[in-house]
């Protein structure tokens, strides 16, 4: 199967910082990737799918990057809305669609 | 609108056997691929399985090939996941989940249940 290494596993910012979180795919997955934001209590949110693709009705300051098999989650300013877990995803069914560990984003 | 909406979920005693049950609403569920997905209280979320829209291509976690099916009611609008030899591992919410329709997005899941708690325990 294929390892999704999500890094960090916590980061703490200021409202109007830049975040950015990264996964790492333990091999080829070519643009199978998504991120998802979830708030306590609540079913994961899709933001970004084909590693770059805003799903519809999530603000432009998310946007999603590949290199290779790392994968980047960018928010460009951070608002205290954004709280809450992020996941990335390989998308890929057949190669098991395994998701990252998590990074939890806290505001400062 | 959109509406999914897990049911079956409780307390079972390790080796027993519970059926999930997902009603859907709000799109064309004939049309659309659909998964599990579920989150052990605390932890990260775990892709569990996948059914094409036609039902005759199913994929499952190594955690749970075996023990769990995966299936679909097309005229009930309803995704079930029977789950057999239940383990304490199992204990988590269990979400259904769309992939979305893109052909870019290939098994990203743009709309999600609330979840259905299986807690396995003697």
């Known amino acids: 199967d294929i390892q999704m290494t999500q890094s960090p596993s916590s980061v703490s910012a200021f409202v109007g910082d830049r975040v950015t979180i990264t996964c790492r795919a333990s091999q080829d997955i070519s643009n199978w990737l998504a991120w998802y934001q979830q708030k306590p209590g609540k079913p994961p949110k899709l933001l970004i799918f084909g590693a770059s693709h805003l799903q519809s009705g999530v603000p432009s300051r998310f946007s999603g990057s590949r290199s290779g098999t790392d994968f980047t989650l960018t928010i460009s300013s951070l608002q205290p809305e954004d709280l809450g877990t992020y996941f990335c995803q390989q998308a890929s069914t057949r190669l098991g669609a395994t998701f990252g560990g998590g990074t939890q984003i806290e505001i400062k | 609108e959109v509406q999914l909406v897990e049911s079956g979920g409780g307390l079972i005693q390790p080796g027993g056997s519970l059926r999930l049950s997902c009603a859907v609403s709000?799109?064309?569920?004939?049309?659309?691929?659909m998964n599990w997905v579920r989150q052990a209280p605390g932890k990260g979320l775990e892709w569990v399985s996948y059914?094409?829209?036609?039902?005759?291509?199913?994929y499952y976690a190594d955690s749970v090939r075996g023990r769990f099916t995966i299936s679909r009611d097309d005229a009930k609008n309803s995704l079930h996941l029977q789950m057999n030899s239940l383990r304490v591992e199992d204990t988590a919410v269990y979400y259904c989940?769309?992939?979305?329709?893109?052909?870019?997005?290939?098994?990203?899941?743009?709309?999600w249940g609330q979840g259905t708690l299986v807690t396995v325990s003697s």
């Open positions: 989940a769309r992939a979305h329709p893109d052909l870019t997005a290939a098994n990203a899941l743009d709309y």
């Open positions: 059914i094409s829209s036609s039902g005759d291509t199913t």
């Open positions: 709000g799109f064309s569920f004939s049309f659309s691929e």
